[in-house]
């Protein structure tokens, strides 16, 4: 048999893994990867890009051992992810969607993953985003279609007509005809999407939801990239240079989504090519984001319609405007 893949760390080359039908020898060298990840808090290490690769293609199979499954997701979850496993993972993702690297979006296309939802404010980023697609902004949207207790990008994105698709070749061709689409993870990649539903089972999120947001399915030029923790700023943006993304705007957003705060704005990382560096805006000097949840769901479709049609809070317009303009990869500075 051959060997599935020589990495190289810290200076000793190793096989992992091996071609064929021998089961047993790819789950010993699974299990001695988890081994060395969930050694605790002074004893455990971190995967090489290739090591974590190699490790996630394998976990992301459906007939995966749970056990190791399970096992891994905790140990990363204790651990914490570093760059080079986010690309890792992210790549072996990548090799899980069909047609990947074979149909790809339209040039200056901008990739918007949204994962969290909203509870305490309508989606101005969406907003946004429509308008420039109707400036011809291509703009690819991915997700997830429900979230208990929130309102996704799904959920109002329909109500202002925008088509879903189930397969990348039918989200180009609407991208083509109406300049943005829509597309959920279970359709984009149904093995991560699979991972990332454990969340419930595991009492516990993983590493899982940020490597849905850094996938980029349809290699866009640009991405807008919210986040809950601060960490994930940096390991994100230089993820995205290892996977040769070539502009990402990386930062805390409203709620988790890629949202910029008008009020506000903790950390934004701006990654262009090779070069990541930290970027600052101003208060616009409105209102503050509201820090409630809404008491009625409905309220959050209200007022995104309400927005669609051109009736906006100080607030709502000031985000709209910073969202809009990180839209445009010519305004990208």
């Known amino acids: 048999m051959d060997s599935l893949l020589k990495v190289n760390a810290e200076g000793r080359e190793y096989t992992l893994g091996w071609r064929g039908n021998d089961k047993g020898s790819v789950e010993v060298e699974v299990a001695s990867l988890i081994k060395r990840v969930a050694r605790g808090k002074h004893g455990s290490e971190h ?5 974590a690769r190699f490790v996630f293609s394998e976990l992301l199979n459906p007939q995966v051992d749970e056990l190791q499954l399970g096992a891994f997701l905790i140990a990363q979850r204790m651990k914490g992810e570093v760059s080079e496993e986010l690309a890792g993972f992210v790549q072996a993702a990548r090799e899980h969607i069909s047609h990947f690297d074979v149909i790809k979006a339209p040039e200056g296309a901008v990739d918007l993953p949204c994962y969290a939802g909203k509870r305490r404010a309508a989606h101005a980023y969406l907003i946004a985003a429509l308008e420039a697609r109707d400036k ?23 109500t202002a007509g925008v088509k879903s698709a189930s397969s990348l070749s039918e989200a180009k061709n609407i991208m083509q005809e109406h300049g943005i689409v829509y597309m959920d993870l279970a359709d984009l990649c149904p093995d991560l999407s699979r991972i990332y539903h454990l969340r419930d089972r595991l009492g516990v999120r993983s590493f ?28 994100m943006a230089q993820a995205n240079v290892l996977l040769g993304q070539k502009e990402s705007l990386i930062f805390m957003g409203a709620e988790g989504e890629p949202e910029l705060y008008a009020d506000r704005q903790k950390v934004v990382n701006q990654q262009v090519g090779s070069k990541v560096e930290q970027v600052k805006f101003e208060d616009c000097g409105c209102e503050t984001y509201p820090k409630q949840a809404v008491d009625d769901l409905q309220q959050i479709y209200d007022d995104f319609q309400r927005m669609l049609n051109g009736d906006r809070t100080e607030r709502e317009q000031a985000t709209i405007d910073r969202v809009r303009k990180h839209l445009y990869i010519k305004d990208f500075s």
Request: with cysteine.
């Open 136 to 158: 011809g902004i291509p703009i690819f949207v991915h997700g997830v279609s429900s979230i208990q207790g929130r309102v996704t990008a799904w959920q109002v994105l329909q």
């Open 208 to 235: 899982a939801n940020t490597v849905a947001r850094l996938l980029n399915p349809m290699q866009c030029d640009k991405q807008l990239n919210g986040f809950f923790h601060t960490p994930y700023a940096e390991y």
């Open 47 to 51: 995967l090489s890009q290739d090591e």
